[in-house]
T-cell receptor, first 114, second 111 residues
Framework: EPEVTQTPSHQVTQMGQEVILRCVPI?????FYWYRQILGQKVEFLVSFYNNEISEKSEIFDDQFSVERPDGSNFTLKIRSTKLEDSAMYFCASSETGMNTEAFFGQGTRLTVV | GEDVEQSLFLSVREGDSSVINCTYT??????LYWYKQEPGAGLQLLTY?????DMKQDQRLTVLLNKKDKHLSLRIADTQTGDSAIYFC???????????FGDGTTLTVKP
């Protein structure tokens, strides 16, 4: 069964460093998303991406965040100059279309900023 | 903005039914979802219901929707220890990829 895969499963980084979280969406999907879940808090929408550009983003997705589809398979989330409060589980998801009953989530990357 | 609320914890005995409740505020919600998250794993979509439906049954899972009260519930029949997980309620308007999630209900199933 096709699935969304994320790497690494756990990333530890020092405050102020840049991190790139990687995702491989399901191959025929066209819409991609990032979510964040701070420990003990809600899963929060960050950004959606379609046709090589951001289609929607939340207030959380400020200038320190960026997304990219560098090739035909990967979808990345870059966090510049990480802060302690960026520590969270980051989930990637993909869907076939933008008006879809189902989005498929990856297993998440746990980011720890020290 | 949209808000989704759930009770945080539920504990049941193996074999009993579990009922997890959720309320939401956005009356324009089109789809309502239940996701399961096991320790260290991602979000697994269990089931979803369109806002024009009252009920959906899928094997041991029954979803009830009261659109007037904006109340959604997930009933798990014959709950097993393998059902122990965090269950998230979520809602979206047309696009499943842009959903608003609840806090999650931690279901503990005791043998």
């Amino acid at each position: 069964e096709p699935e969304v895969t994320q790497t690494p499963s756990h990333q530890v980084t020092q405050m102020g460093q840049e991190v790139i979280l990687r995702c491989v969406p399901i191959s025929n999907h066209l819409y991609f998303y990032w979510y964040r879940q701070i420990l003990g808090q809600k899963v929060e929408f960050l950004v959606s991406f379609y046709n090589n550009e951001i289609s929607e983003k939340s207030e959380i997705f400020d200038d320190q965040f960026s997304v990219e589809r560098p090739d035909g398979s990967n979808f990345t989330l870059k966090i510049r100059s990480t802060k302690l409060e960026d520590s969270a589980m980051y989930f990637c998801a993909s869907s076939e279309t933008g008006m879809n009953t189902e989005a498929f989530f990856g297993q998440g990357t746990r980011l720890t900023v020290v | 903005g949209e808000d989704v609320e759930q009770s945080l914890f539920l504990s049941v005995r193996e074999g009993d039914s579990s009922v997890i409740n959720c309320t939401y505020t956005d009356s324009s919600s089109t789809y309502l979802y239940w996701y399961k998250q096991e320790p260290g794993a991602g979000l697994q979509l269990l089931t979803y219901i369109f806002s024009n439906m009252d009920m959906k049954q899928d094997q041991r899972l029954t979803v009830l929707l009261n659109k007037k009260d904006k109340h959604l519930s997930l009933r798990i029949a014959d709950t097993q220890t393998g059902d122990s997980a965090i269950y998230f309620c979520a809602e979206s308007f047309l696009n499943a990829g842009k959903s608003t999630f609840g806090d999650g209900t931690t279901l503990t199933v005791k043998p």
